[in-house]
C-alpha cells in the first residue's frame, strides 16, 4: 500500500500540474517540490520498512488490466537492489524540484 502511494502522489501531481490552468512558475515550483519531498518522506519510510533478509519482492502489488477474458495483469515490487535505486530517484526528483 505504501508503496502504491508513493506512485499514486507522483502521477497525480504530474496529472495535476499539466491540467492546470495556473501559469505562474513560482506556485509550480512550491507545489512540485512540496509533492517530490512527500514522496522522499513515504519512501524513506518504505527504505525503513523493507526487510533486506528477505529474497522475494516486498510492497509487492498486482492489477488487472482489460477484461479477465484477456488475462493481463500489470505486477511490480521491490527487491533488494531497487529499493537503493527507489530511495535514490526519489531523492533525485527532489533535489531537482528544489534546485531549478
Known amino acids: 500500500m505504501l508503496f502504491l502511494s508513493i506512485f499514486t502522489t507522483l502521477v497525480s ?22 509533492l517530490s519531498g512527500l514522496a ?10 523493507f ?5 522475494y519482492f516486498q510492497f509487492h502489488t498486482t492489477y488487472s488490466i482489460g477484461s479477465e477474458s484477456l488475462n493481463m495483469l500489470y505486477s511490480f ?3 533488494n537492489m531497487s529499493v537503493l535505486f527507489f530511495l535514490l530517484s526519489s531523492l533525485l526528483v527532489f533535489s531537482c524540484t528544489l534546485f531549478i
Open 13 to 34: 501531481a504530474i496529472a495535476g500540474l499539466a491540467l492546470t490552468n495556473i501559469r505562474d512558475p513560482f506556485f509550480i515550483k512550491v507545489i512540485s517540490t512540496f
Open 40 to 49: 522522499l518522506l513515504l519512501s524513506c519510510i518504505l527504505f525503513i520498512r
Open 51 to 55: 526487510d533486506p533478509d528477505s529474497f
Open 77 to 79: 515490487g521491490i527487491d
